[in-house]
Each structure stands twice: as C-alpha cells, then as structure tokens.
C-alpha cells in the first residue's frame, strides 16, 4: 500500500522526463550542428585543393612548352593583367618559334582564366644566378563568402602556385 508521502514524491516529479529529453534534444541538436560545419569546411578544404593542383598542372604545362621551344624562352614572358594576343593559330598554321610562344602564352593565360576563379599567369625569368631559371606562376581565389563582412560580398582570399625551374 502507498502512503500519502509517496504519493506526493511521484506528483512533485511531474515533467522532469520531458526536461531531460528537450535537454538530450539540444546536445544532439548542437552536435549536428557542429558536424555539418565539419563537413562544409571540409568541402572548402578539399574545393581549394582541386584549385591548387589545376595551377600547378598548370604551371608544369607551361614549362614544358617553353623546354619544347627552347631558345625561345623569353618570348613566352608574361605578367599579371596583361593579355597576350596570338598573331597567328599555330594548331592550323606553320609559326615561326616566336609565333609559337606567343601562342602558347595566349593559350595558356586563358586556360588560367576559364579554369580557375578570377586566376590569372605570369611568367620571370630570374638571371641573379650563373644559369637562368623561370618562375611561372598561377594565382586565383578560394572564392569565400563571408556574410559577417559587407553584407554577403565575396571576401576572396588570393592564393598563388609558383614553379622554379630551369628551361
């Protein structure tokens, strides 16, 4: 038989179970939450690294047109912003090895532009040493969206490939 005592304690406890399992729905809640944030930037990360090695294969193409042109090599020097503009289509025409540089400029800085996001080439030649070497070069953005930062606008964070090499 239950006395009034016991009774009282199964009234005061009215509730609480449904406490406890809005309290467990809230951990899980928060728990997904921060999963899918994992997963979102895991996505970002893994986007930047197909952009990373796009420049880079890239960069490694344009070396080894300018090494079938060789004696040409400055020819093929080009820098950020500027466009270069291919006298004559060489996949259909006999070009001289100047013409052949230049069209492979040409070509190259618009597979940099189509490929990558706002990605651009540019091409040095470093001669401090007894030898010259060649810094081809590919920049692009990771293209973020930071919303906190004016109101949605693309906060884009540039990132650069070089490749130092001796032709």
């Known amino acids: ?32 939450l921060g999963m899918v ?9 893994s986007q930047e690294s197909i952009y990373t090695s796009q420049a880079l294969m890239m960069a490694y193409d344009m070396a080894d047109r300018m090494r079938a042109n060789r004696g040409f090599e ?16 060489c996949t259909s025409n006999t070009c001289t090895p100047q013409q052949m ?9 618009t ?25 081809i070069s590919v920049r692009f953005t990771d293209q973020r969206i930071d919303k906190a930062l004016d109101g949605g606008a693309a906060a884009d964070s540039l990132r650069e490939v070089s490749v130092r090499t001796e032709i």
Do not use: C
């Not at 406490?19 to 729905?25: D, M, N, T, Y």
């Not at 400055?74 to 289509?89: F, H, I």
């Not at 940099?112 to 040493?129: F, K």
């Open 1 to 32: 038989m239950l006395s009034s005592h016991s009774t009282r304690n199964f009234k005061s406890q009215a509730g609480v179970g449904l406490i406890e399992v809005l309290i467990s729905v809230l951990v899980l809640s928060i728990g997904v």
């Open 101 to 109: 540089a230049k069209f492979d400029a040409a070509l190259w800085k």
């Open 74 to 89: 400055t020819e093929y020097m080009v820098n950020y912003g500027s466009a270069v503009s291919a006298t004559n289509d």
């Open 37 to 45: 944030a994992m997963q979102t930037r895991a996505l970002q990360f």
């Open 111 to 135: 597979a940099v532009a189509q490929n990558l996001p706002y990605g651009d080439g540019q091409i040095e030649r470093d001669v401090s040493g007894a030898r010259p070497f060649y810094i």
